[in-house]
C-alpha cells in the first residue's frame, strides 16, 4: 500500500522536464517570434512526448500522475513563466 504513494520518481521526472523546458524555451524567448521560434517548439515537442511516453512506460498510478503534472506546474510557475504556457505544457504531459 505505501509503494503507492511512493512518487519520488514521477517528482524526479517533473523536476528533469521543467529544468529541460528551461533549457529549451527560457521565460525571456517567449515573447520573442521567428525562425528560432519553430525550432523551440520542435524541441519542446519532443521533450514533452519523450516524457509522456516516460511516465506512460513507468505505469504511474494516478496519485503519481498527479504529483508529476502538480510538481511541474508549481516548478515552471516559480520560474515565472506565464499561466497559458504553464497550462498548455502540463495539459500536453498528462494526456
Known amino acids: 500500500m505505501l509503494k503507492w ?3 519520488a520518481a514521477a517528482e524526479a521526472q517533473a523536476d528533469e522536464v521543467v529544468s529541460e523546458i528551461g ?4 521565460k525571456s524567448a517567449l515573447e520573442e ?7 523551440q517548439i520542435a524541441k519542446l515537442d519532443q521533450t514533452i512526448d519523450r516524457h509522456r511516453r516516460k ?10 500522475k498527479a ?12 520560474e515565472g513563466y506565464p499561466d497559458e504556457f504553464i497550462d498548455s505544457v502540463v495539459r500536453l504531459l498528462i494526456i
Open 5 to 7: 504513494f511512493d512518487a
Open 67 to 78: 504529483k508529476f503534472a502538480n510538481r511541474v506546474k508549481w516548478k515552471l510557475r516559480d
Open 23 to 26: 533549457h529549451i524555451v527560457p
Open 55 to 64: 511516465a506512460s512506460i513507468a505505469g504511474y498510478n494516478i496519485y503519481k
Open 33 to 39: 517570434s521567428g525562425g528560432g521560434r519553430k525550432k
